[in-house]
């Protein structure tokens, strides 16, 4: 739990969460580690890859349902799988009607299979259907500053901008693109896609960033319950020294101690 008094959590589509960590819910070897980790991580939104993952699609199968119960997570379906906005917008519109007119999504239309970029032109154009259709929409994109603020001028009410390729592990590569786009932002900026440890995390929350989405970087871990506990840390840890306000970097030495008034 957070020490700042002033803190009052991240506020999404006017509902506030404690937590700023939001996790996905695959790659786990099976749905007793999914909620295990999920547990640990302290997260309160879970995302949900409808095209992959069953929550009643398939009656007959086990449901991601029964291990992150709506009634204590908030579901986030998203469209990971989609290349254009058609079938963004129609799974999204599946993904409401599996969870009884769910307005909360997360959208994400790909560039291609090999990098996981995204399609910024379809992109644009699925979030004004979308939006326009009623959803509050949190949308994956690029580390561009205009695009980002083209998608919070069209209604979204989180911009997710991506840190490094998804499932890469590679961290932040261009902080100066996250910080340009902190700085103009009127909605939640929520990194998604390219951690790799807690360390990146604690970065991403430093710069100003309002959260950390991520799900290889737990799921792929050797012991994915300990890393989600080290991921909730670190994005608490990172808000604080934000929060705190980081020293001036210097090139010259400053002592704990000051010499002025000493002793002897």
């Not at 819910?25 to 409808?50: F, H, M, N």
């Not at 029964?66 to 963004?88: E, F, M, R």
């Not at 340009?180 to 390219?194: H, K, R, S, T, Y």
Request: proline share 5%.
């Amino acid at each position: 739990m957070t020490t700042n008094q002033n803190e009052t959590g991240l506020t999404i589509a006017g509902k506030t969460y404690r937590s700023r960590l939001l996790v996905g819910s695959g790659k786990y070897k099976d749905l007793d580690q999914t909620k295990l980790a999920t547990e640990a991580s302290g997260a309160e939104i879970i995302t949900v890859a409808i095209r992959r993952v069953n929550i009643g699609q398939d009656p007959n199968a086990p449901s991601l349902l029964d291990v992150v119960p709506p009634s204590q997570y908030t579901i986030l379906p998203n469209t990971a799988g989609c290349y254009n906005a058609k079938d963004a917008i129609y799974t999204l519109q599946l993904g409401r009607e599996l969870l009884g007119g769910h307005k909360l999504c997360k959208l994400e239309v790909l560039g291609d299979e090999k990098t996981l970029f995204p399609n910024m032109p379809e992109t644009l154009e699925a979030a004004k259907v979308l939006v326009k259709d009623g959803f509050d929409v949190m949308v994956y994109c690029s580390d561009d500053p205009i695009q980002a603020r083209m998608l919070e001028d069209i209604g979204c009410v989180a911009v997710m901008p991506l840190a490094s390729l998804i499932g890469s592990g590679m961290g932040i590569l261009n902080p100066w693109n996250l910080s340009l786009i902190i700085e103009q932002a009127n909605v939640p900026i929520i990194v998604d896609a390219g951690v790799g440890t807690a360390s990146d995390a604690a970065i991403a929350m430093e710069l100003g960033c309002d959260g950390v989405l991520m799900n290889t970087a737990i799921a792929g871990a050797r012991d994915p319950i300990r890393m989600a506990r080290a991921m909730g840390l670190a994005v608490e840890a990172g808000r604080e020294a934000f929060l705190a306000g980081r020293i001036a970097k210097r090139f010259a030495a400053s002592p704990s101690s000051p010499m002025a008034g000493r002793v002897a």
